[in-house]
């Protein structure tokens, strides 16, 4: 059975970065944006990621110019961004496409497991995963990192 732990990004800092690391945690993927109207939402996810990063939740920013051409930066440029702007220090990935054909081999899985309903519409987008790598959850750009039936979400997934 694929899970989430079968999937391996490239980290904003360089190398890899392998699902395999987060075995045991709940991980929150966000594809993200720095020039977009939702930007606000790093200030949410970096504040979920402090109160919760200590019972097993990770935030993983995946940074997209896929939507309005709102990250057209480079991985530094992202980077100095994130944390200038809102002191974001829960883990990024590489520059990545979300959706289409060229889009990285997670959102593809989650996509194909889910259906097209479930892959990205905007920036912002959020997948939660179980300890064990499972779906747990998909939530849409619009759903702020405060968002009640989330935190829900992540309590359970977190156990």
Same mark, same amino acid.
């Given at each position: 059975?694929?899970?989430?732990?079968?999937?391996?990004? @490239?980290?904003?800092?360089?190398?890899?970065?392998?699902?395999?690391?987060?075995?045991?945690? *709940?991980?929150?993927?966000?594809?993200? *944006?720095?020039? =977009?109207?939702?930007?606000?939402?790093? +200030? /949410?996810?970096?504040?979920?990621? @402090?109160?919760?990063?200590?019972?097993?939740?990770?935030?993983?920013?995946?940074?997209?110019?896929?939507? /309005? *051409?709102?990250?057209?930066?480079? #991985?530094?440029?992202?980077?100095?961004? =994130?944390?200038? @702007?809102?002191?974001?220090?829960?883990?990024?990935?590489?520059? #990545?496409?979300?959706?289409?054909?060229?889009?990285?081999?997670?959102?593809?899985?989650?996509?194909?497991?889910?259906?097209? /309903?479930?892959?990205?519409?905007?920036?912002?987008?959020?997948?939660?995963?179980?300890?064990?790598?499972?779906?747990?959850?998909?939530? /849409?750009? @619009?759903?702020?990192?405060?968002?009640? +039936?989330?935190?829900?979400?992540?309590?359970? *997934?977190?156990?």
């Amino acid at each position: 059975m694929t899970t989430a732990h079968d999937f391996s990004f @490239r980290s904003i800092d360089g190398g890899a970065l392998p699902m395999t690391q987060f075995k045991g945690k *709940a991980v929150l993927v966000v594809n993200v *944006a720095s020039q =977009c109207g939702l930007t606000p939402q790093y +200030e /949410g996810l970096e504040k979920l990621w @402090r109160e919760k990063r200590d019972k097993g939740l990770v935030v993983l920013g995946v940074p997209a110019n896929d939507f /309005g *051409a709102q990250e057209p930066g480079t #991985e530094n440029e992202i980077k100095t961004f =994130c944390e200038t @702007r809102f002191a974001v220090d829960f883990p990024m990935t590489a520059k #990545e496409h979300v959706i289409g054909a060229g889009a990285h081999p997670l959102y593809k899985w989650v996509t194909q497991e889910l259906g097209e /309903g479930a892959a990205p519409k905007w920036n912002f987008h959020k997948y939660l995963f179980n300890r064990d790598g499972t779906i747990a959850g998909t939530f /849409g750009s @619009r759903t702020e990192p405060g968002d009640a +039936e989330m935190g829900a979400a992540i309590d359970e *997934a977190l156990g």
